[in-house]
């Protein structure tokens, strides 16, 4: 299976609301907007919002906002937009009916025999890069992918450094995140590669915007590129317990964050993630398996195809330790709901558990999956050809058959999706060929992939640029406080291999 950018849903979409329904959610968000506001901690935003008409209590840092003004916001933002890539032939249009599949993070890489976490080296992560940019599912790459940082590297440096190595083991369409000024170095990274990357803008539930989002937003959408803006509920805990509640709150945060990328610049493509979990009311944390997610992303992508805005679904996080029944049983029932029922983009790949591991023997296995959603997302084709009337009349009863028809030959192949991972031999081949697992098959293809897959390379310009900018990043911190001088020396020693910077 060769990369596709992305996958097209060839029939109606999935809906669960009517269209009463969505016009109640719609005059409850602009209610919230309008009646509760939005607590935004940035007095040049909150000059902006006043600006235009916005009620602005400036010692608050409450901003409501006109059902008029959202509502012209709302037509201004793209219904879809290109998402290039540094190679063109993987750049993306995202929106409309078109589903493209990204990374899901973890903070650490697991021991692929105990699936215990441990931190990664950086050959790990750049391994786990290349295995990534070779899998035809993965469309692009989600922030600190695809790990929240590896060893050696100080934590305000992480960013920068997942940037870097996803830039030069891929050439896939590339988002990022912020922390601490990061996205300075990123627009930075991008324009010295000659590549566009989609920024964020990422909420505290309930309905607040802190000021280095409001700066990443600033920053993103004036050096002209498109933007997602996140929510990051848990119902029952940052937002109601509700899912219609939580639609409203979810909704309020990421269209109030649309408006404000609009007043900055109009017509700026805006990406929306619905990223919802309920909460575990045994323990208090996100139950990221739980089914409550894809009916809370289904109604939502039902919403914003109404609005014409293009919607991110909740990352597909498991709950899951290990991948097994209960990982792909929670995997499989979200990726197939964004693409049936019209969500344009999702953070699939990798994942072990929740946020906090990912490893790469995962991500093939979701590789599979991910092959099986677009494989259904094609449809039926219903025609002439296919309906093979001619050949049925032809072959008629037993002992007629259709196995050596040209019409097998060729529709076999268009028609079947072959995993790579799955076990389909039959009971007596598996058992005299190593009675193997799917994470057997899948161990066997990263270890394949490591050795030869050779991402597009950078230029030497190119490559001079992204370490020039790491090295203004590592000053910048350096004097801002953030790196010690004992972390630097560490730092600086984690760089001495021949093989820098790929080990």
């Known amino acids: 299976m060769e990369f596709r950018r992305g996958f097209t849903r060839r029939y109606p979409p999935l809906k669960i609301l009517t269209e009463e ?18 607590h935004i901690e940035h007095e040049r935003a909150l000059s902006l919002f006043e600006q235009h008409g916005c009620k602005v209590d400036h010692e608050d840092m409450r901003v409501r906002m006109p059902p008029a003004l959202v509502e012209q916001c709302l037509r201004q933002a793209p219904s879809s937009f290109p998402a290039p890539a540094r190679d063109p032939k993987k750049s993306l249009m995202l929106g409309g009916n078109n589903l493209a599949l990204a990374v899901a993070p973890g903070h650490k890489t697991v021991d692929s025999t105990t699936w215990e976490p441990r931190e990664a080296t950086r050959k790990e992560n750049y391994d786990a890069v290349r295995v990534l940019d070779a899998l035809p599912t993965v469309h692009f790459f989600s922030p600190y992918t695809p790990y ?40 930075e990274m991008a324009k010295a590669v000659g590549i566009e990357i989609l920024g964020t803008c990422a909420w505290a539930p309930p309905l607040a915007l802190y000021r280095d989002a409001v700066e990443s937003t600033f920053r993103i959408v004036e050096a002209g590129f498109c933007l ?63 089914i409550e997610i894809a009916l809370h992303n289904t109604a939502t992508s039902q ?8 919607l991110d679904h909740t990352t597909a996080y498991p709950n899951s330790k290990l991948p097994d029944y209960q ?48 494989r259904f997302m094609e449809g039926v084709e219903v025609s002439t050809e296919s309906l093979a009337t001619d050949l049925i009349e032809k072959v008629g009863p037993v002992p007629g058959h259709f196995m050596n028809a040209a019409h097998t030959r060729k529709w076999w192949k268009q028609e079947q999706f072959v995993p790579k991972t799955s076990d389909r031999l039959t009971y007596p081949e598996w058992q005299t060929s190593g009675k193997k697992t799917c994470i057997d098959y899948a161990r066997e293809r990263m270890d394949d992939l490591v050795a030869t897959h050779k991402p597009m390379p950078l230029t030497p310009s190119q490559e001079d640029a ?24 560490e730092y600086r020693d984690s760089m001495k291999s021949p093989n820098y910077p790929f080990e």
């Open 228 to 290: 997602r803006v996140v929510g990051g509920q848990v119902m029952g805990g940052t937002s109601p317990a509700s899912i219609a509640g939580a639609i409203v709150n979810n909704n309020a945060e990421v269209i109030a964050g649309l408006v404000l990328a609009q007043l900055i610049r109009p017509g700026t493509r805006v990406l929306v993630k619905d990223f919802t979990a309920p909460m575990n009311m045994s323990s208090g944390a996100p139950a990221f398996g739980g």
């Open 327 to 374: 990982s792909a049983t929670e995997k499989a029932f979200r990726v197939m709901s964004a693409g049936i029922s019209g969500g344009n983009t999702m953070l699939f790949h990798g994942s072990v558990h929740g946020e906090l591991t990912h490893h790469p023997i995962q991500a093939i296995l979701d590789d599979d999956m991910a092959g099986m959603v677009g």
């Open 466 to 489: 992204i370490e020039r900018v790491l090295e203004e990043a590592r000053t910048y911190y350096l004097k801002k406080g953030l790196i010690t001088d004992d972390e630097m020396r």
């Open 148 to 187: 929240f940082g590896f060893q050696g590297v100080p934590s305000c440096m992480a960013m920068p450094e997942s940037l870097a190595a996803r830039i030069r083991c891929s050439s896939k369409f590339q988002c990022v995140g912020f922390s601490n000024d990061s996205e300075m170095f990123a627009i």
């Open 303 to 310: 919403l914003f195809q109404w609005y014409g805005v293009p």
């Open 21 to 38: 329904e969505v016009e109640e959610i719609h005059r409850a968000t602009l209610q919230i907007l309008w009646s509760t506001g939005v």
